[in-house]
C-alpha cells in the first residue's frame, strides 16, 4: 500500500482491513513494493475516541487515535515495527500513518491531493481542503482516478512513481488499479471567476505549493522531498471555474 508492503504478526486477535482501505491494497502481479516493514501488533479493546484523522510523528514513532507504533530502520527499504492497535480501526489508520513515515524515510513524500491517470501517467491535483481537488478530478473525462485525498511518491532509477492511498471524497470517474505510475505534472488548484487556464509555475512557486500540500511525519527528508519532487516533475497552477471539462487542457500542456 502506497508502494509500501506489510508483514504483519498478531498478538491475539487479528483485525482486517476497512473497505476503504481495501481499495488501495496493490496485488503483487502489478506493484513490487520499494519498502517492506514487518509488524508485531498486539491488540486492545477501544478506549475513549479521539480525532481519527490525526496524526502525530517523530523520528521514529507514529501515533493515531488508535495506532501507536515504534519503528527501526534494518536495512535500504527494510523496517520493522512494533504497534498497538485498538479495534476496530487501528490496523486501518496504522498503514496510513506508517506509510507516510517510512516514504518520508525513504526520501519520498505524501502529498494532501487527488490523482488521476492519463496516458498511464499519473497527474496530481493539490492544494488545501476546499481548493477543488475533487471538482478537478471529476472533469478529467475519459481518465480514471488513482487516488482521492494522498498520494504516496517516491523517487527510483527511472523517476517518481506515485501510489494512491486511502481517504477522500468519492470521483465521479472510474478507479483505477492501484500500481506505481510515473508522474506527468502536478496542479495547484485555484478557483477563480475567469475561464480555466494552466500555467507552469517557476522553481519557487512550484515549491511553495508543493510544501503547501505535503503531509509530514516526523522524518527529516520529508521537508527536502517537496524540493527534489519540483525539480524533477513539472508543477502548474490550474486556475479558473471548474465548470467545464479539463481533459484536453491537461493533454495539452503535458504534449
Given at each position: 500500500?502506497?508502494?509500501?508492503?506489510?508483514?504483519?504478526?498478531?498478538?491475539?486477535?487479528?483485525?482486517?482491513?476497512?473497505?476503504e482501505h481495501l481499495r488501495f491494497v496493490s496485488p503483487p502481479e502489478l506493484a513490487r513494493p520499494l519498502v517492506v516493514v514487518k509488524v508485531d501488533a498486539s491488540v486492545r479493546l477501544a478506549g475513549p475516541r479521539e480525532d481519527p484523522r490525526r496524526i502525530d510523528a517523530g523520528p521514529d514513532w507514529v501515533r493515531t487515535a488508535d495506532a501507536h507504533v515504534r519503528w527501526r530502520r534494518e536495512g535500504h527499504g527494510r523496517y520493522a515495527a512494533e504497534a498497538e492497535l485498538e479495534a476496530p480501526y487501528g490496523l486501518s489508520h496504522m498503514t496510513t500513518a506508517l506509510t507516510g513515515a517510512l516514504v518520508s524515510a525513504e526520501g519520498g513524500v505524501v502529498l494532501h491531493a487527488a490523482a488521476v491517470v492519463l496516458e498511464e501517467r499519473?497527474?496530481?491535483?493539490i492544494g488545501p481542503s476546499g481548493a477543488g481537488k475533487t471538482s478537478a478530478a471529476c472533469l478529467c473525462e475519459g481518465t480514471r482516478w488513482l487516488a482521492k485525498d494522498r498520494v504516496a511518491l517516491l523517487p527510483t532509477s527511472a523517476g517518481w512513481r506515485a501510489w494512491g492511498m486511502a481517504g477522500g471524497d468519492d470521483i465521479t470517474l472510474p478507479q483505477a488499479p492501484n500500481r506505481p505510475l510515473p508522474v506527468a505534472a502536478i496542479a495547484r488548484v485555484r478557483r477563480a471567476d475567469e475561464a480555466p487556464s494552466l500555467r507552469r509555475l517557476d522553481p519557487l512557486r512550484a515549491l511553495v505549493a508543493l510544501r503547501e500540500s505535503t503531509q509530514t511525519a516526523g522524518s527529516e527528508p520529508a521537508?527536502?522531498?517537496?524540493?527534489?519532487?519540483?525539480?524533477a516533475v513539472p508543477v502548474y497552477e490550474l486556475r479558473g471555474r471548474l465548470d467545464r471539462p479539463l481533459t484536453a487542457s491537461l493533454r495539452e500542456a503535458l504534449a
Open positions: 500500500m502506497g508502494g509500501v508492503a506489510f508483514e504483519v504478526a498478531f498478538e491475539g486477535d487479528a483485525l482486517a482491513l476497512g473497505e499519473a497527474v496530481l491535483l521537508l527536502d522531498a517537496p524540493a527534489a519532487l519540483a525539480e
